[in-house]
């Protein structure tokens, strides 16, 4: 069985209608506009535990849903606080 999203438009759909994105936190020290593009961009941290991702339904309502994952289980979770 895939992964499976809940989206708030489509209702539960198989991860392979996604696609997905961790949004990361660029480092204050980064000042420079297109440098934290870069890191944005390509920078990613793939922490094992809680993470926070974006994700785009790409075969159904085209809308964006930002969920917390376990990354070690891949299972869906609350967010954190």
């Known amino acids: 069985m895939s992964l499976r999203i809940r989206g708030p438009h489509c209702g539960p759909r198989s991860v392979e209608e996604w696609v997905h994105g961790e949004i990361p936190v660029v480092p204050d020290a980064i000042a420079d506009p297109d440098a934290r593009d870069v890191d944005r961009g390509y920078m990613h941290t793939n922490e ?29 979770v609350e967010p954190p606080g």
């Open 48 to 76: 094992h535990g809680v993470v926070r991702e974006a994700w785009f339904h790409l075969s159904g309502c085209h809308r964006w849903v930002t969920l917390w994952r376990d990354s070690r289980t891949d299972e869906w």
